[in-house]
């Protein structure tokens, strides 16, 4: 996911934060991406850090178009990510590119 690291490393440097805070609640994630991603266009998908299914997500996020190939791939790393570590709602983990 190499636009994806892209993306995530440039936004942290210019200030968004690298420890972030899952948030369960389905509601959430759908605003968070809505508010983040909602007047995107382009042909690639919108990719938002820090991500939805973050308490730091939504408004505010980075954005930038990257390819859907790694949109799908990514979804796929982070839900893996938060089973395999056990991260629970309102649980804090680090983003390192």
Known sequence: MPNIADHIQ???SRGYPSILT???DRDRIR???REACGNFKGPD????YPFASTYEG???ASVRGVPVSE???QGGV????YNLNGIPDG???RVIT
């Open 22 to 24: 899952r948030t369960t």
């Open 45 to 48: 998908s919108c990719d938002e």
């Open 10 to 12: 440039d936004a942290q």
């Open 78 to 81: 982070i839900s893996a990510f």
């Open 71 to 73: 949109q799908f791939i």
């Open 31 to 33: 605003r968070n991406r």
């Open 91 to 93: 649980g804090q983990f």
């Open 58 to 60: 939504g408004r505010g």
